[in-house]
């Protein structure tokens, strides 16, 4: 029971499956409420809540362990809040209202919040269980690659996106040969445009990485004990394998949701109030689908925990909707910022700067003077300004002349066209 929340007056108990970082912040939006139900979280992993990006700087050895935590099991205790970790719910009875656990234990809900995350894809290629084969998903993980990764011997890392380059530094720095494996033609294809990708891909190659881009895998080879040794592409390239890293991309963890016989496509479907084809039951961060959208990062999942929270406290909330999401990569000496199209359409205007002594480049996709798209290497201090522009929908031909300059001449003359559009009719007038 809340013991420090005497004002708690909601009655439902409410409880929340995964406590990774979108069953975490719920449970932060619930406290930070005046009214509550009685929450239980029940966590697959064994330690309590953690900022999972921060596995990447953890990995490349830049941070310590103990600074991923977000709140402590004693924390949760202190709240009120039952916080039941290693276990993982395998059914719901959504009759009686009850889940049980791989342990074996019952809990009864009044409302259901499915926080499941999701699961690291894994392309279909012979070799690929073998011993030495990673992904990088969780604190084992990072642990794992952290111990297998050994100086002066060989990684590849299977895939060119934002993970498979934060992985792929990480080995990196702990001293390993790492080659990365892109498929598609250029690095974080679904952020970047060829320009901005080729300049990410000089920069590591520079520092090191192998990086090949248009990259088969044909099949991961073994040595005589069995373990990972190898990596086969289509065009013959063998590349030297110690240790593989499978980073391709995420599967939503549904199951929960299709045992339960709740709709589910890729993800289970929800609704713009978070609530699956159960009114009793949620769903919310990577395991949810929203009008087919599924999702990767963190930005639209902050906003489904408000509306979540709105809801679940019997508050009037408005309903979630998609907006763009901005893009950063987490990799020491590398500044980039990314939202919106790649590719320019026939109808966009494209802007672009490029300073190769100092390694910049923007290039801005606007539509009727609208900013639809940003692509920032190297000076990325107006990214937040550019997405603020998107998001607010607002026109920027007032100040399109200033706009590659960056945020602070492009604002200062958006700001005096405001001042001056009053007075433009007496102006006319005299
Ligand atoms: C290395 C790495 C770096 C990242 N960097 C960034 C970044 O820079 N920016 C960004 O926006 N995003 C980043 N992300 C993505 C971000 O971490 C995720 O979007 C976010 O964690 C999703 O939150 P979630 O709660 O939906 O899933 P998770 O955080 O994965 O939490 C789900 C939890 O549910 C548990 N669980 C699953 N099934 C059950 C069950 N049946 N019973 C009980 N528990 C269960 C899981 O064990 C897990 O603990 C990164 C991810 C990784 C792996």
């Known amino acids: 029971m809340p013991q420090r929340h005497p004002e708690t007056t909601a009655t439902d108990r409410l409880v929340i499956v995964g406590n990774g970082m979108a069953g975490h912040r719920l449970v932060e939006a619930l406290l930070a409420r005046p009214e509550r139900p009685a929450i239980t979280v029940i966590g697959a992993e064994t330690a309590p809540a953690y900022n999972r990006i921060l596995l990447s700087p953890l990995l490349a050895g830049e941070m310590e362990r103990s600074a991923l935590t977000l709140r402590s099991a004693e924390w949760y205790a202190e709240q009120g809040i039952e916080l039941v970790l290693g276990e993982r719910v395998e059914s719901i009875d959504r009759t009686a209202r009850r889940l049980t656990t791989d342990a074996g234990r019952e809990l009864g809900y009044d409302r259901l919040v499915l926080?499941?995350?999701?699961?690291?894809?894994?392309?279909?290629?012979?070799?690929?269980?073998?011993?030495?084969?990673?992904?990088?998903?969780?604190?084992?993980?990072?642990?794992?690659?952290?111990?297998?990764?050994?100086?002066?011997?060989?990684?590849?890392?299977?895939?060119?996106?934002?993970?498979?380059?934060?992985?792929?530094?990480?080995?990196?720095?702990?001293?390993?040969?790492?080659?990365?494996?892109?498929?598609?033609?250029?690095?974080?294809?679904?952020?970047?445009?060829?320009?901005?990708?080729?300049?990410l891909e000089s920069e590591l190659r520079g520092r090191g990485l192998d990086i090949h881009t248009e990259a088969q895998l044909e099949r991961l080879e073994a040595d005589t004990e069995g373990q990972v040794c190898a990596a086969l592409l289509a065009d013959g390239t063998r590349l030297a394998a110690d240790c593989v890293v499978?980073?391709?991309?995420?599967?939503?963890?549904?199951?929960?949701?299709?045992?339960?016989?709740?709709?589910?496509?890729?993800?289970?479907?929800?609704?713009?109030?978070?609530?699956?084809?159960?009114?009793?039951?949620?769903?919310?961060?990577?395991?949810?689908?929203?009008?087919?959208?599924?999702?990767?990062?963190?930005?639209?999942?902050?906003?489904?925990?408000?509306?979540?929270?709105?809801?679940?406290?019997?508050?009037?909330?408005?309903?979630?909707?998609?907006?763009?999401?901005?893009?950063?990569?987490?990799?020491?000496?590398?500044?980039?910022?990314?939202?919106?199209?790649?590719?320019?359409?026939?109808?966009?205007?494209?802007?672009?700067?490029?300073?190769?002594?100092?390694?910049?480049?923007?290039?801005?996709?606007?539509?009727?003077?609208?900013?639809?798209?940003?692509?920032?290497?190297?000076?990325?201090?107006?990214?937040?300004?550019?997405?603020?522009?998107?998001?607010?929908g607002r026109d920027l031909t007032a100040c399109r002349a200033a706009l590659l300059l960056g945020a602070a001449d492009a604002q200062a003359l958006l700001d005096d066209s405001l001042n001056e559009s009053p007075q433009r009719p007496a102006k006319e007038a005299a």
Not at 165 to 185: C, I, P
Not at 254 to 276: F, H, P
Not at 374 to 392: I, K
């Open 115 to 199: 926080a499941t995350g999701s699961t690291p894809a894994r392309p279909p290629v012979p070799g690929l269980e073998l011993p030495g084969v990673h992904v990088f998903r969780d604190l084992h993980d990072a642990d794992a690659l952290a111990r297998a990764a050994q100086a002066g011997r060989n990684a590849v890392v299977i895939g060119g996106g934002l993970l498979g380059l934060e992985a792929a530094e990480g080995l990196r720095k702990r001293g390993m040969q790492v080659s990365l494996l892109q498929r598609e033609d250029r690095l974080m294809n679904r952020q970047l445009d060829l320009t901005a990708a080729r300049l």
């Open 246 to 392: 499978v980073a391709i991309g995420i599967v939503p963890n549904a199951e929960l949701g299709r045992v339960a016989e709740l709709e589910v496509n890729r993800g289970i479907v929800v609704d713009e109030w978070l609530t699956t084809s159960d009114p009793t039951i949620h769903a919310l961060g990577e395991c949810c689908e929203h009008r087919g959208n599924l999702y990767g990062l963190v930005e639209p999942i902050w906003r489904q925990v408000e509306v979540l929270a709105e809801r679940l406290c019997g508050q009037q909330a408005q309903g979630y909707q998609e907006l763009p999401t901005a893009t950063k990569l987490k990799v020491s000496g590398i500044s980039l910022y990314a939202f919106g199209p790649t590719e320019a359409e026939p109808e966009h205007e494209v802007l672009s700067y490029r300073d190769p002594q100092q390694g910049d480049y923007r290039r801005l996709l606007l539509r009727d003077g609208r900013l639809e798209g940003a692509v920032l290497y190297g000076d990325t201090a107006s990214g937040p300004w550019y997405f603020e522009q998107t998001l607010a």
